[in-house]
Nanobody
Framework: QVQLVESGGGLVQAGGSLRLSCAASGRTSSIWFMGWFRQGPGKEREFVARIQRWNGRTSYSDSVKGRFTISKNNAGNTVYLQMNSLNSEDTAVYYC???????????WGQGTQVTVSS
C-alpha cells in the first residue's frame, strides 16, 4: 500500500501563487507516476498534471499549462505543484495520486482545499 499526504492548500487572491506538496510513504518502490487532480464545486474530478518518477517527464492539462509546474524530489517520493497566476476557476480540492507501471491511479491522498478569491 501507498499512503499520500498533501499539504499547502489555502486561500489566495487572484493572480497569486501557491505551492502544494505530496509526500508518499509505504510501498513507494511500486510508484511510477505521481499526479495531481482537482475537483471544483459542482464539477467532476479532472486531471491537472503528472510526472514520471524515473525520468521526470511531465504532462499538464491545457487549463493549467504555462501556469502550473509539477516537480519531484530526487527520490521521487515527494511531488510538488507550483501554481502561479491563479484565478477563480482554479478553486477546487486538489488531490495527489500515485500509479504503478500500469498507469492506473490506485492511490489517493485526502485532498487539500485551494480557494482563489477574486
Amino acid at each position: 500500500q501507498v499512503q499520500l499526504v498533501e499539504s499547502g492548500g489555502g486561500l489566495v487572491q487572484a493572480g497569486g501563487s501557491l505551492r502544494l506538496s505530496c509526500a508518499a510513504s509505504g510501498r513507494t518502490s511500486s510508484i511510477w507516476f505521481m499526479g495531481w487532480f482537482r475537483q471544483g464545486p459542482g464539477k467532476e474530478r479532472e486531471f491537472v498534471a503528472r510526472i514520471q518518477r524515473w525520468n521526470g517527464r511531465t504532462s499538464y492539462s491545457d487549463s493549467v499549462k504555462g501556469r502550473f509546474t509539477i516537480s519531484k524530489n530526487n527520490a521521487g517520493n515527494t511531488v510538488y505543484l507550483q501554481m502561479n497566476s491563479l484565478n477563480s476557476e482554479d478553486t477546487a480540492v486538489y488531490y495527489c495520486s500515485a500509479a504503478p507501471a500500469t498507469g492506473s491511479y490506485d492511490y489517493w491522498g485526502q485532498g487539500t482545499q485551494v480557494t482563489v478569491s477574486s
